[in-house]
């Protein structure tokens, strides 16, 4: 690298550039190789929680907005090159179990996802989460990223039409010839083709070509004038702004669901964390991650804020990997992704446009790479391959991450206890299994 003479500028110093070895440019065209690779979230987010009852145009002005802000707050007071924004497998759970399974309106689930966010920032500021963390072993770890990888895949599925009910044997295999069908499959495959050529926006490029495809075959309105791509003034959330119903939240009493959404964020976004601060050279030789507090706590509030704004839990995203990978190195490259984000409110309505089996592909490649994980399972100990697969296997075939959490954490308890291995079950584990049979007993 080029060595940087002359005073440093206001962006230098305030994110610390040059002392990371890092150039503005370079931490620009991060934010921008970040952006591309995220961006398909503004197409498959809205969709997802428009199953939830959620006005679709207010859906796609919350994901925008949240993300971009929750990002920009993590570049500016974290300094990390991550971006945020409503998780995959946490905003399934939000629409197809809570709302869906359990029949909540969507603004109770909101209310849900603020106690969550409340919850998380205490144990933030309290330094609990680590002791949680520490407490659940390596094996169930990787089995929830698994579990909600194939939940993902299966709901994704279920949007391209390969699956559907059916009443002898629950589901089966749709009718491939349907032609949004055969959509689906064509993004799937041309989605596939370009990850496995490692071309950047490939989610992105896939969606865009089907949604293309799509109009031209009638299937996808068309736009037909330049309101119909950039929207003369930003979209607004005033349908889901300040709607969650906390109270009822409360009064359902819905301790599982509060659960689900804090241990699934907590564990997703504290390994993101950890693979991408590594990835960045953000952890000192102790082991002790750069700023890892002043992240957490974004994370937290952003959650609280996007329960307010109208969609399901925030969290940090894996695909600041390949921003990361460019040579970013600081907040500034958030603050660009954040700033991109900003711009795309433009085009809210070119999004509005892009149908749901356009978007389904994404969800079962989504799925396809946290399968990848499942390597690092230790099968060759039965009393760490049952609970393991349990947490996978009742995800997707209850619809619920809740209840795969429930059967691999009992599960655990019990087999390593019977086994004769109670001294690797921590006083936490028991507890929270306790609390899990309690909550399926009182469901019976």
Known sequence: MQAQTGQPTFLERFFKIREKQSTVRTEILAGFTTFIALSYIMFVNPNILADAGIPKDAAIASTIWIAALSTMVMGV?????????????????????????????????????????????????????????????????????????????????????????????FITLGHVTNPTTALSMFGLVVTGALMARNVQGSILIGI????????????SPVPHSFADVISPSLPHMGETFGQLDIAGAWNYGIVSIIFTFTVVELFDNMGTLIGL?????????????????????????????????????????????????????????????????????????????????????????????????????????????????????????????????????????????????????SLIMWLVSIAFLINLFMRA
Request: neutral net charge; charged residues 10%; aromatic residues 10%.
């Open 277 to 425: 601060t590594s990835k960045a050279k953000m952890v000192k030789p102790n082991g002790e991650i750069e700023n890892i507090d002043r992240a957490l706590t974004t994370d937290a509030v952003g959650t609280i804020c996007s329960s307010i704004f109208g969609t399901s839990t925030v969290t940090s995203y894996i695909e600041s990997a390949a921003g990361i990978a460019a040579g970013g190195k600081t907040g500034l490259t958030a603050v660009t992704v954040a700033v991109l984000f900003l711009i795309s409110l433009l085009f809210a309505p070119l999004i509005g446009l892009v149908p749901g089996f356009a978007t389904a592909p994404p969800l079962i490649l989504v799925g396809a790479l946290m399968m990848s994980e499942v390597g690092k399972i230790n099968f060759q100990d039965f009393t760490d391959a049952l609970p393991a697969f349990l947490t996978i296997i009742m995800m997707p075939l209850t619809s619920s991450i809740a209840n795969g959490f429930a059967f691999g954490f009992i599960s655990f308890s019990f087999i390593k206890t019977l086994g004769g291995k109670w001294r690797e079950v």
């Open 77 to 169: 007071f974290a300094n990390y090159p991550v971006a945020l924004a409503p998780g995959m497998g946490l905003n399934a759970f939000f629409a197809y179990y809570v709302c869906g399974v359990l029949h909540l309106h969507w603004t109770v689930a909101l209310g849900a996802v603020f106690f969550s966010g409340v919850l998380f920032l205490l144990l933030t500021i309290s330094h609990i989460r680590q002791a949680i963390i520490n407490a659940v072993p390596q094996n169930l770890r990787v089995a929830i990223g698994v579990g909600i990888g194939l939940f993902i895949a299966f709901i994704g599925l279920k949007g391209t039409g390969l699956i559907v009910s059916d009443p002898a044997t």
């Open 208 to 219: 865009v070509l089907t949604t293309l495809l799509s109009m031209a075959m009638g299937y």
